[in-house]
């Protein structure tokens, strides 16, 4: 079984995959921000739907489920962020976010899973495996 920190990279990865395919597909500018944004934002929510249907989730791109705020785990995506930077080839500074709220015991939430893909620059950061921060100097 996998942890929400691998979930979320595999969804910020597989989303990123299809993007760069889009990307390859299409040369019009402003078709490519609507492909984009629409592309990623379904197949996030049906991989999310297929393996965390307990869960809600906020879609930048998706109509707000007001259910989420009562719900003791919700996924948050941004399937593509940057969408400007993404229709603009051979930009690479554009990325997709998916993270993890969950409620704790005492009421309050906190963040507890998250990766980050930059896939034109064929990069991941999650908190499975956080990058490690070079110490302060001087």
């Not at 991989?47 to 919700?74: H, T």
């Not at 593509?80 to 998916?98: L, Q």
């Amino acid at each position: 079984m996998s942890s929400d920190s691998d979930l979320a990279r595999e969804l910020a990865e597989g989303a990123g995959r299809m993007l760069l395919v889009v990307r390859a597909q299409e040369t019009d500018g402003p078709t490519l921000k609507r492909r984009g944004d629409a592309e990623s934002h379904e197949w996030l929510m049906a991989q999310l739907k297929e393996r965390a249907p307990e869960d809600a989730v906020l879609s930048e791109e998706g109509k707000d489920d007001r259910g989420r705020v009562d719900a003791a785990r919700v996924w948050i995506v941004d399937p593509v962020d940057g969408t400007r930077e993404y229709s603009e080839p051979p930009r690479d500074d554009w990325a997709v976010h998916v993270a993890l709220w969950e409620r704790g015991a005492d009421g309050t939430g906190e963040l507890t899973a998250g990766a980050v893909a930059l896939p034109a620059r064929d990069v991941v950061y999650d908190t499975g495996q956080p990058p490690v921060v070079p110490a302060r100097s001087g």
